[in-house]
């Protein structure tokens, strides 16, 4: 980060408010944003981040307070007046037709006419120059379905550019993305920053923010707590101004104590994504994979629980041969594992909390074939309890809440059946640092039970902080077995991005 | 947003929420509403004979329409169940009347061969992961053409194993179909499996998300071949009813069944996305259709304008369970 004299300010919020029947969503939030600066926007699920953002995109319309843009009283009812000031705003959900090109995209509703008809010469020269002021090669041509999700990213950002924007609000913009994508977005961030544009950056990712940010702003409870300069901070001054409490807190300590060898895995492969993966797991301890996105980790985990055949290698639980053939096979011989992708692979979002919870151990509430429900009941209030999930009742539908609470379902859901392997894949992506605090003491409180855990994350300061031994693998194979003592992020990083070298050891 | 925000936004539309949501409340309310409009307009709509007549007149596509249900609930469509229905009826028809076989084994085929098609929907759907829009629409040919190689003539002179379902017995004056209560009885049993059993969630875990239902365990194909067979059961069931109440073998049976069967869940508040729906809805959605058709015919209304106010219920109770359910 480079200090530099403060630009023109563009925006200012002052005192917003935002009451949604019964509750205050916002209470006396400010917000200042200057020309070419990155202000990072800080607070756990629910501190009231969204809800600023749609004020000032004009998704909603906020009770109190004032806001000010280029020093003059600006009153954003509609979307359409945030647009004409110059606010865009990249949700983490892109707004792109795949079934059009990238051009059509960038001039969605702005399509330029010549006599009346649609000048295509001017939409393809422009959308090439603001593709490449973004360095991004691609044709303008490419239909958007077939692009990659950092390269949606970037025909967003140009979308955003062809309407003249002066302030970006970037959603969680790096959640989607792998390490090198990130490194390109900022390169791209860096960018417009230096072209006066005026960047809302938010994100979950502390790292990020001492990266990338000149300033931060931190709410919680919907309150606005307070607005920093990056240099002036560091991490652990953040984390107490999100959740009150100390980061040394985050990783909690706990001795290992390793049993007996439970799951064997030899010389494993699953097509071309992962092959030849070995190791032993032992009760009591915690495996974490490190890697970049593709390296086959997650195809691996599958592969253990069942819900991918693997194409060579064999394995073995508690000495005995294993060889799932189906997820249930797994979970009934004591393996489960916490999908990736939260939404799509864990969750039956549409359906409620006790159902969620109870889906996969169902025949324990079965008694001469008919389901016990208020044995269902008693169960899932106990763990709505113990794993302190927030939710209105056990009915409640999992899509409407918090990333946060969503795990903490799944992992209610695995912890009623008493497995002995358990598997998390990317555990706290997405998830806010409370409930992430609370997810690594569930992993520290099972391995303690002698609960053998592999777990895959990308975060090497979570992978670091948790695991006894760090794998790193890449190109489908693991190229470097790491004690706790020996890992560091330079470490890991080294094997997981290295030279063939690193390989033959 | 943040649980606290809709929390909240759930307290203010409590009542609302909880009338419109509720895959029965809505249902039962239009049924009422219905009722006491029909009530007014014409005097003959309310006695007892005439509810028995509803209710009799409502048994066959209420009996397809618990297999479609299933169906529906795990995001499938069942095109194919009117056509199904015919074959089963013809051929148990044709075993009694004309074959000379037994009855009671008569019936028992014609339902197998019905299981026997929903089987190969369910095969299909799941072995070669083909739309069930598109597999049932084969299979309901298939039918159909089974139906005209076999006969094209109405069975007549069946035996009165047969037509029993269609006899009825008095409760205070009121005359009662035996069908009519075994379509109650299956509607029950129905209720029970998808409320009280672990294979009642599975059904619903499928059609919230296949993917992710496998993942926490489910043995999806076996309960999606399930759920088509369990409807072919019902499809079978049906078919004897039909026979019983027309006292025919009819091979022009059925032939809006299929899109009568998915009206009558879809008015029942069973979400064509999957992984929402309430059996108990169904029957409400049946009776509904049934009580427009009966009391637009008491009032005198031609048939045509009967389903022409057939189709903008569908559509309205679609909106509305859209609107209600948008994110």
Redesign the interface.
């Known amino acids: 980060m480079t200090t530099k004299a403060p630009g023109k300010v563009l925006l200012e919020m002052k005192g917003i408010g935002k009451s949604f029947p019964g509750v205050k969503a916002l209470e006396g939030v400010n917000l200042t944003i200057r020309e070419g600066q990155v202000h990072a926007l800080l607070g756990e699920n629910g501190a009231g981040k969204s809800t600023l953002i749609k004020i000032l995109s004009g998704a909603y319309t906020r009770d109190e307070g004032e806001i000010f843009f280029d020093g003059q009283l600006a009153d954003i009812k509609a979307p359409a007046d945030a647009e004409r000031l110059g606010i865009s705003t990249i949700y983490q959900e892109f707004n792109l037709a795949p079934n059009m090109t990238i051009a059509e995209n960038i001039f969605l509703g702005h399509l330029p006419t010549k006599a009346g008809r649609i000048d295509w010469a001017t939409v393809r020269s422009k959308s090439r120059e603001l593709l490449d002021s973004l360095d991004v090669s691609l044709p303008v041509d490419t239909m958007t379905g077939r692009l990659s999700v950092a390269q949606q990213q970037m025909v967003e950002i140009a979308k955003a550019l062809n309407r003249n924007t002066r302030i970006l609000i970037m959603d969680e913009p790096s959640a989607v993305l792998s390490e090198r994508d990130i490194d390109n977005l900022f390169a791209v961030v860096r960018r417009l920053q230096a072209a006066g544009i005026g960047i809302i950056y938010i994100s979950h990712r502390l790292k990020e923010i001492f990266e990338l940010a000149d300033e931060v702003t931190v709410l919680k409870d919907g309150r606005y707590v307070d607005t920093k300069q990056v240099s002036d901070v560091d991490m652990d001054d953040l984390v107490k101004l999100m959740i009150g409490r100390d980061l040394a807190d985050v990783y909690p300590k706990r001795k290992a104590e390793l049993g007996e060898v439970v799951l064997e895995v030899s010389h494993l492969g699953q097509a071309h994504l992962a092959k030849d993966v070995s190791f032993e797991l032992r009760a009591g301890e915690i495996i974490g994979f490190a890697g970049i996105t593709g390296s086959g980790r997650t195809e691996a985990v599958r592969v253990i629980f069942g819900a991918d055949k693997p194409t060579g290698g064999e394995m073995k639980l508690l000495g005995k041969p294993y060889r799932p053939t189906s997820p249930r096979d797994a979970i009934d011989q004591g393996v489960a594992l916490v999908t990736e992708d939260r939404k799509r692979q864990g969750l039956l979002l549409k359906l409620q909390v006790y159902f969620n919870t109870t889906v996969s151990g169902l025949q324990r509430l079965t008694k001469f074939g008919v389901l016990q429900l208020k044995d269902e009941q008693t169960l899932v209030k106990k763990w709505i309890k113990d794993l302190r999930i927030k939710t209105p009742s056990p009915e409640f539908m999992v899509v409407n809440m918090s990333g946060g609470n969503q795990q903490k379902v799944i992992l209610a859901r695995w912890l009623s059946l008493g497995i002995k392997v358990f598997i998390l894949d990317e555990p706290t992506r997405g998830i806010d640092v409370g409930s992430k605090a609370e997810i690594y003491q569930i992993m520290s409180d099972l391995a303690e039970q002698g609960v053998a855990i592999i777990m895959i994350s990308s975060e090497l300061p979570e992978v670091l902080g948790m695991s006894d031994r760090v794998m790193v693998m890449r190109e489908g194979r693991i190229v470097k077995v790491l004690d706790r003592a020996d890992a560091s992020e330079e470490a890991v990083m080294h094997y997981a991005v290295g030279h063939d070298e690193a390989i033959a050891e | 947003?943040?649980?606290?925000?809709?929390?909240?936004?759930?307290?203010?539309q409590g009542f609302l929420k909880i009338v419109l949501a509720s895959p029965i409340l809505g249902p039962v309310a239009a049924l009422l509403l219905a009722s006491i409009f029909f009530a007014f307009a014409t005097p003959r709509f309310l006695s007892g004979d005439n509810f028995s007549l509803i209710l009799q007149q409502v048994m066959v596509v209420g009996v397809l329409a618990i297999g479609q249900t299933l169906v529906i609930i795990t995001t499938g469509i069942d095109l194919s169940n009117g056509m199904v229905m015919a074959l089963a009826g013809v051929l148990i028809a044709s075993f009694a009347a004309q074959k000379g076989i037994n009855p009671f084994l008569s019936i028992l085929v014609g339902i197998l061969i019905a299981m026997a098609f929903g089987m190969l929907n369910g095969a299909l759907v799941t072995g070669i992961g083909l739309p069930a829009f598109i597999v049932t629409l084969g299979t309901m040919n298939i039918a159909y053409a089974l139906t005209r190689i076999y006969t094209t003539s109405t069975i007549t002179g069946l035996p009165k194993e047969l037509t029993f379902l269609g006899d009825t017995f008095k409760i205070g004056g009121t005359a009662i179909a035996n069908g009519t209560i075994l379509m109650i009885l299956l509607y029950a049993v129905t209720w029970f499996v998808l409320?009280?059993?672990?294979a009642g969630?599975?059904v619903?875990?499928v059609g919230?998300?296949v993917?992710?239902?496998?993942?926490?365990?489910?043995?999806t194909n076996r309960v999606l071949v399930g759920v088509y067979t369990f409807a072919g059961l019902a499809y079978g069931i049906a078919a004897l009813l039909q026979v019983a109440r027309t006292g025919v073998g009819d091979p022009q049976a059925g032939q809006t069944s299929n899109l009568d069967s998915i009206t009558a869940v879809v008015l029942g508040g069973t979400s064509l996305f999957g992984?929402?729906g309430s059996i108990v809805g169904t029957l409400i959605g049946a009776l509904i259709v049934g009580v427009f058709r009966n009391g637009l015919q008491l009032m005198g209304v031609e048939s045509t304008y009967q389903v022409l106010i057939t189709g903008i219920l569908v559509i309205a109770a679609v909106s509305v369970d859209q609107l209600t359910h948008r994110?």
């Open positions: 947003m943040s649980s606290v925000q809709s929390t909240a936004l759930d307290k203010r409320k009280y059993t672990a969630r599975s619903y875990a919230d998300n993917e992710a239902a496998r993942l926490a365990g489910i043995k992984g929402r994110k």
